[in-house]
């Protein structure tokens, strides 16, 4: 099982109209909130169709800072 966290940076399947395919996470829980990274529109995607169509993690978001 793949964990997301706010701030990572993940690959969708299918394009966004803009032409960019990358995603920054913004929500987690039964939604994912994601923000395009070509042109900033911010879109809600229920948890269901985000695990489908996620192609794997570009970055992720330092988990030990703060510590």
Not at 14 to 21: A, D, I, L, Q, V
Not at 33 to 43: D, E, N, Q
Request: net charge positive.
């Amino acid at each position: 099982m793949v964990v997301y966290q706010v701030g990572d940076v993940v690959k969708m399947k299918k394009g966004h109209p803009c032409g960019s395919n990358e995603w920054e996470i913004t929500r987690t829980g039964m939604d994912f909130g994601l923000k395009c990274l070509g042109c900033s529109r911010f879109v809600l995607v229920p948890r269901p169709k985000f695990e489908k169509a996620v192609r794997g993690i570009v970055s992720k978001t330092d988990t030990t800072r703060g510590q």
